[in-house]
């Protein structure tokens, strides 16, 4: 088994899962939260890169996993979650890069974040994981203002959080989508 | 066992008579290797002087052992790193010493020599052959040299390789021809030596089909379960030397093996003292070419000769021989077809390819990067930055620059470059009252077709008034005083120089700068440096004389000089054979750091120093998708450090430098918990620091109050001279139009926008903000951000 690094081009991230190219699903919030299973704000307590061996006996794929203990964004229920994405760099040079991962400022331990995640029996090489949803589209880091608010730091356009937001704010705009999901859920499954 | 040892002095010897760069001030950028050339020519010809003396050490035996021995003592002198990088070594005296006393002992011996069996004749063949072997294996070498990270030990891990292969290539094939050399002499010699010339050109097109397209070396790499990524190591370097150099060297190997007679082992040397001399002299423009009919003509030669030892058929199999050499030679003259494709470095995300250049001063490369700023690589060397390091460079040439009193630079001023003129530098130097510059370096050569190519389509920047000059001519003029300043920009790569004595010279500042991923730790310098970093990410230190070198800065706009410490933490063939490169980078720039950190244990500079030596020790290998700022590690025992370093109401020039670094990296990672504990707290203390204003500001807007942002804002000024201050300013702007325009101040926003319209009215971002704010559509997909895109 060949174990060294892949520091070339987004050609790694042909090797996963469903996407054709280096690209994430743009999404809205409410496309966000009808799409993932949860959102989760809370800290990363713990981050791991695992190996998972492939069955023809290649390379073997890694995924990075984060261990992340808060609440649910929409609930508030506490929670604790391990997400995972592809993609992660294990000691001797194995493993690789993935241009659409969160960056290691990102997932730091320690961090305070916003995760959506979405349950895949598959995130590949047979892995079932929660999977952090459109990878690093998927996870926003919060700070503490001056006032002691939290605040969630958007993405730019085309992400579910595209500006910097107060939690507050962003939980009642989360709650609302979800009401208006699940009512438009009601009307369609009633037909 | 004779012969292994004079195999292991002639080692020594070959190899460590060397030149490496900052031997003088004029080759910091680079050595030149003519002077080492014509070092090896004269070390050769003292082994041809020895092997003729040493009646009993060759007569009538094979010279195998002496191959091996020699390959023993190159890679014993060449491979130890701290012996490596300090020049000509201490060893050759010594080799030399027991050379002298080996011949004496060897001639002073009792016993008779053993009679030379084979007859005579084949000496001026032989000199022929070893001339021809080594022009033909000059290229070669240096095409495979390429394929190595250029740090000055690959020279002596392939010609080790190489006298490894030939070895193995006389035992091999040596035996089979001990009846041959019995019945018809040294023909065996000769016919080996003659069958290196298509063996040179198979040699060439291995190279050429497998190693040196950039696919093609990937799968030929992937075969010996490496990657391209790992080139520059020996690993890599050693499967396309065996590639290269495998035929040629059993050749060569089979040639000394034969050389039954001293006299034809001696002229064996002569021959490779005389190439190496030519090739010195710069007197062979195509040694492929050359050296082939070179060794063709060995075979008239011995026919001529050795007649008497040679029957019919050895003969004509002879002639048949060098009519082949002369046959191959025809191919190799076109081989500069092939020595002219470009090896070049591996690279995360590789540039587009550009302009190659090839003659004897080595492989140049002239790439147009972002910004239309032209890289050029000598050798994989970078001797004009990328757009990366370019703003690094700026501020070194501007730091120069303004070491000239102010009185000389209003008369205007004169200056050496010791380097390659760039249209950036130019600028610089058109701008800051320089009337003439002068420009020398190792590749004087070719430095005009350089010049002219990298100025094509530069309307407004021009060379400046000088001339491009030999570096004898340059040295000339620089002892005359014809220059007021001396300034040797950093390259990238290659090995770590030393630090060269620099010329005192009445009225003339020199300043030479040393890019800090050289491992300078281990390095003699100075006593005081001058220090200077971009941001955080490009330190480097420039050896300075001419001005009075002042640990405490009068002004705080003056630049510090640093005691350089003791050397420190000599890196070993470990890290210098299997080392990435950037992690080599990192690791350099972390023990010189750390020198600085033990020299000013307990005195003023202490807590910068400290602080530096945590952050460099800090940083390890990021995703290649990261940029500067996020790529960097921020580490709370540094930045107490830095922080106490700069706490006092007048920071000198460098702890702002350090400070302005670590603003624009907690922007880039948009932390903003760190810019409030780290930045705030000296805003406070210092007066006008625009950066950690910016850097507030920003905070303010990412924290959504936007008022505050405005207010932090409105009182900056800067220009685009400011370079990187200027660009935050203006992206804090323009997200603050946006802020202001989403907060439905509408008349704010427009204000603030027509203001950035004003200083560059094609700021695409600035117009895209007069627009009304359009609804989000979802598309299908999204590409992120690319690296470095201008995102406000």
């Known amino acids: 088994m060949r174990h060294r690094l892949h520091l070339l081009l987004p050609i790694i991230v042909l090797g996963f899962a469903a996407l054709a190219e280096a690209s994430i699903e743009r999404l809205t919030l409410r496309q966000m939260i009808a799409k993932s299973d949860a959102g989760l704000v809370g800290e990363i307590i713990a981050t791991k890169v695992i190996a998972v061996p492939l069955d023809d006996g290649g390379d073997e794929l890694t995924f990075t996993e984060l261990t992340i203990e808060g609440a649910d964004l929409i609930t508030g229920d506490a929670v604790t979650v391990t997400v995972s994405y592809p993609g992660g760099v294990l000691p001797g040079d194995r493993g690789s890069y993935n241009s659409e991962a969160p960056s290691q400022d990102d997932v730091k331990l320690g961090n305070r974040v916003l995760a959506f995640y979405t349950w895949t029996d598959n995130l590949g090489g047979g892995h079932a994981t929660n999977e952090l949803h459109a990878w690093h589209g998927g996870l926003f880091r919060t700070f503490t203002d001056k006032q002691g608010r939290v605040v969630v730091q958007g993405r730019g356009p085309g992400y579910a959080v595209s500006r910097n937001m107060r939690l507050a704010d962003l939980g009642d705009l989360a709650r609302a989508h979800r009401k208006s999901l699940d009512a438009e859920a009601e009307r369609t499954t009633g037909k | 066992m004779n012969r292994l040892v004079l195999g292991f002095l002639c080692g020594v010897l070959a190899i460590g008579v060397r030149r490496v760069p900052g031997e003088t001030l004029l080759e910091l950028p680079r050595a030149g290797d003519g002077a080492t050339l014509a070092a090896r020519a004269a070390i050769l010809g003292l082994v041809a002087l020895a092997l003729a003396l040493s009646k009993r050490t060759w007569s009538g035996r094979p010279g195998t052992p002496l191959l091996f021995g020699a390959a023993l003592g190159v890679w014993v002198e060449g491979l130890p790193v701290d012996l490596r990088f300090n020049g000509t070594s201490a060893m050759v005296p010594l080799a030399l010493v027991a050379l002298a006393l080996f011949v004496l002992r060897d001639r002073r011996a009792e016993a008779e020599p053993a009679p ?26 240096r095409v495979v040299l390429r394929f190595g990270a250029g740090t000055g030990m690959e020279a002596a891990f392939v010609g080790g390789l190489f006298l490894l292969l030939a070895t193995f290539g006389g035992l091999a094939f040596g035996a089979p021809l001990r009846a041959a050399r019995d019945r018809a002499g040294s023909l065996a010699m000769v016919v080996a030596g003659l069958l290196t010339a298509p063996a040179a050109l198979l040699s060439w097109g291995a190279l050429r089909g497998q190693a040196i397209p950039p696919l093609a070396r990937r799968e030929f790499l992937d075969r010996f379960d490496l990657d391209r990524s790992l080139e520059g190591q020996l690993s890599v370097l050693g499967v396309v030397a065996v590639l290269g150099l495998l035929l040629p060297a059993f050749t060569a190997g089979l040639s000394v093996t034969c050389a039954r007679r001293r006299g034809e082992a001696s002229s064996l040397a002569g021959g490779a003292a005389i190439a190496c001399a030519l090739l010195a002299l710069r007197w062979v423009e195509q040694p492929w070419f050359v050296g082939a009919l070179v060794l063709a003509a060995a075979a008239p030669c011995a026919l001529v000769n050795a007649r008497a030892a040679l029957k019919g ?57 972002r910004g239309g700023i032209a890289q050029v690589l000598l050798d994989r060397v970078e001797i004009a930055p990328s757009h990366e390091r370019a703003a690094a460079d700026a501020k070194r040439l501007e730091l120069a620059l303004g070491l000239v009193p102010a009185a000389a630079r209003a008369d205007g001023f004169e200056v050496l470059l010791v380097g390659q003129l760039t249209p950036g530098r130019a ?73 060269p004595r620099l010329p005192e010279v009445e009225g003339t500042i020199v300043v030479a700068w040393i890019d800090a991923s050289l491992d300078l730790a281990q390095r003699r310098l100075p006593e005081y440096v001058l220090v200077t970093l971009d941001g955080m990410h490009e330190p480097a230190l420039a050896l300075v004389s001419g001005l009075e070198l002042d640990e405490q800065p009068a002004a705080p706009d003056m630049p510090a000089f640093w005691r350089s410490g003791a050397p420190i933490d000599a890196p070993g063939v470990r890290e210098y054979g299997f080392e990435r490169g950037e992690d080599r980078d990192r690791r350099a720039r972390s023990a010189l750091m750390r020198r600085f950190a033990q020299a000013y244990d307990n005195s003023p500079w202490e807590e910068l120093t400290a602080g530096l030596a945590a952050h460099f020790e800090a940083q390890v290998r990021s995703s290649p998708w990261a940029d500067r700022a996020v790529g960097s590690e921020l580490v709370e025992p540094a930045l107490t450090h830095l922080l106490a370093a700069g706490a006092r109401a007048q920071p000198d020039r460098l702890t702002r430098e350090v400070w302005d670094g670590l603003a624009d990296i907690l922007i880039g990672k948009r932390d903003v918990e760190g810019i409030w504990r780290w930045v705030e707290p000296l805003a406070g203390f210092w007066d006008d620091w625009k950066m950690g204003e910016i850097a507030l500001a920003l905070a303010d807007l990412e924290s959504l109050d936007v008022e505050a942002a405005a207010a932090r804002l409105a009182p900056i000024e800067t220009t685009p001279a400011d370079l990187e201050l200027y660009d935050h300013h203006r992206r804090a702007r323009l997200k603050l139009a946006a802020a202001l325009r989403d907060a439905g101040d509408a008349q704010g926003a427009q204000d603030l926008v027509e203001e950035l319209l004003r200083e560059d009215p094609e700021n695409r971002r600035a117009w895209g903000l007069l627009a009304p704010v359009p609804p989000e559509e979802p598309e299908e997909h999204l590409a992120p951000p690319e690296d470095g895109q201008d995102d406000g």
């Open chain 2, 313 to 369: 058929r050895s003969r004509v199999a002879l002639g048949v021989l060098g009519l082949i050499a002369v046959l191959t030679a025809l191919p190799l003259r076109h081989m500069h077809t092939l020595d002219r494709s470009p090896v070049l470095p591996w690279e995360r995300f590789p540039s587009p390819p550009g302009h190659l250049e090839v003659n004897r001063d080595g492989q140049f490369l002239v790439r147009r990067a």
């Open chain 2, 427 to 499: 600028f610089l130097m058109n701008t800051s009252g320089v009337t003439r510059v002068d420009r020398t370096a190792a590749w004087w050569r070719t430095m005009d077709d350089l010049e002219t190519r990298l100025f094509q389509g530069q309307t407004e920047i021009t060379p400046p008034v000088g001339e491009v000059v030999a570096p004898g001519v340059a040295e000339k003029r620089l002892a005359a005083g014809a220059y007021d300043l001396v300034v040797v920009p950093a390259v990238k790569g290659g090995p770590p120089p030393r630090a």
């Open chain 2, 116 to 141: 030379e069996t084979n007859p005579p004749g084949f000496a001026p063949a032989a000199l022929l052959i070893g001339a021809g072997v080594t022009l033909l294996l000059d290229p070669l070498v």
